[in-house]
């Protein structure tokens, strides 16, 4: 039998919090000096990842449909950029967007709610309107 595989066991030394079930780092068992550990507790932790997930909205079509009227509106200039606080015109690109939603509109037929459906109409309106008023 010398062609036998010899198995192994994995053994798990990590520590785990009673109240979430996450692990826990033991810092003074790693050797850490103090000044990490103070370094590392100040980083952001998971709690706050959530928290800043909980307050975005629900991700569904009309979610979906205000984002990327929103880039049009950022493209045709009024919007100010969330970086910059700039406002600029690109023309190109805000007819991109709403071909995206022509798209969007032409793909999702007969599968849309009522107020999908009144929602995606009247954007799509509202944007073409402005768009052509721009290249006038």
Excluded: C
């Excluded at 798990?12 to 079930?21: A, H, Q």
């Excluded at 068992?29 to 998971?46: F, R, T, V």
């Excluded at 798209?103 to 999702?108: A, F, G, I, V």
Aim: proline share 7%.
């Amino acid at each position: 039998m010398p062609d036998e595989e010899k198995g192994f066991v994995i053994k798990d030394k990590r520590t785990f919090s009673p109240e979430t079930g996450e692990p826990v780092e033991d810092k003074k068992e790693k050797g850490e000096p103090e000044e990490a550990s103070k370094k590392a507790s100040s980083i952001p932790e998971a709690d706050s990842v959530k928290d800043q997930e909980a307050q975005l909205p629900e991700v569904n079509l009309a979610t979906f449909i205000f984002s990327i009227s929103s880039s049009a509106l950022l493209n045709f200039g009024e919007i100010p950029d969330p970086e910059t606080g700039a406002t600029s015109k690109n023309l190109p690109m805000a007819k991109h967007s709403i071909d995206i939603l022509s798209m969007l509109e032409e793909k999702t037929r007969g599968n849309r709610t009522d107020d999908e459906e009144q929602l995606i109409t009247n954007i799509l309106y509202d944007l073409r309107m402005r768009y052509v008023k721009e290249t006038k």
